[in-house]
T-cell receptor
Framework: DAGVTQSPTHLIKTRGQQVTLRCSPKSGHDTVSWYQQALGQGPQFIFQYYEEEERQRGNFPDRFSGHQFPNYSSELNVNALLLGDSALYLC???????????FGSGTRLTVV | GENVEQHPSTLSVQEGDSAVIKCTYSDSASNYFPWYKQELGKRPQLIID?????GEKKDQRIAVTLNKTAKHFSLHITETQPEDSAVYFCAASFSGSARQLTFGSGTQLTVLP
């Protein structure tokens, strides 16, 4: 049974560019949450998607946007990249909003 | 919003000793408190969690205690082993376990053989 899969694993982008990260949830899970983890810090909540809609959002600017597809997979888009966007981006899936997360291994984004 | 503080940031123990990591939270409405273990370059993995209607939970060598009045919770690892070495994160959430989690800043635990 596949867990949460994220792609790509590593990515290098130039400041000002746009990036799309992808996540496939664990089988049976219908809710996807995205977190940003800066080096040496705990993960910070970006947003959560359920039934193809953004249900909750953390304190991140509108440059961060997302999408959930009918098969429950999700994308995280970041526009106008800043050096400070360099981080590990974690996707976590769950069944609804009342069960524990399963995290993916993350996408390491480096903005130069 | 919720704020979670975690201490210590680093902890070294001898193999076989116990380790304790403490967290405090600010929002009295938080009712779900998970602990995650993250090894270098790997995903965070849930190791134990506790809900606000319970004061203590134990799973083999790992236990978590919760003091709602003081708004703090702690992770206890007994009989530590080298494979326990990792970064441990506490987190807090309101209204359900898969809602928005607010994480602490992490504790690097090193178990010395």
């Amino acid at each position: 049974d596949a867990g949460v899969t994220q792609s790509p694993t590593h990515l290098i982008k130039t400041r000002g560019q746009q990036v799309t990260l992808r996540c496939s949830p664990k089988s049976g899970h219908d809710t996807v949450s995205w977190y940003q983890q800066a080096l040496g810090q705990g993960p910070q909540f970006i947003f959560q998607y359920y039934e193809e809609e953004e249900r909750q959002r953390g304190n991140f600017p509108d440059r961060f946007s997302g999408h959930q597809f009918p098969n429950y997979s999700s994308e995280l888009n970041v526009n106008a990249l800043l050096l400070g966007d360099s981080a590990l981006y974690l996707c976590a899936s769950s069944f609804g909003a009342n069960y524990g997360y399963t995290f993916g291994s993350g996408t390491r984004l480096t903005v130069v | 919003g919720e704020n979670v503080e975690q201490h210590p940031s680093t902890l070294s123990v001898q193999e076989g000793d116990s380790a304790v990591i403490k967290c405090t939270y600010s929002d009295s409405a938080s009712n779900y408190f998970p602990w995650y273990k993250q090894e270098l370059g790997k995903r965070p993995q849930l190791i134990i969690d506790i809900r606000s209607n319970v004061g203590e939970k134990k799973d083999q060598r790992i236990a978590v205690t919760l003091n709602k009045t003081a708004k703090h919770f702690s992770l206890h690892i007994t009989e530590t082993q080298p494979e326990d070495s990792a970064v441990y994160f506490c987190a807090a959430s309101f209204s359900g376990s898969a809602r928005q989690l607010t994480f602490g800043s992490g504790t690097q635990l090193t178990v010395l053989p």
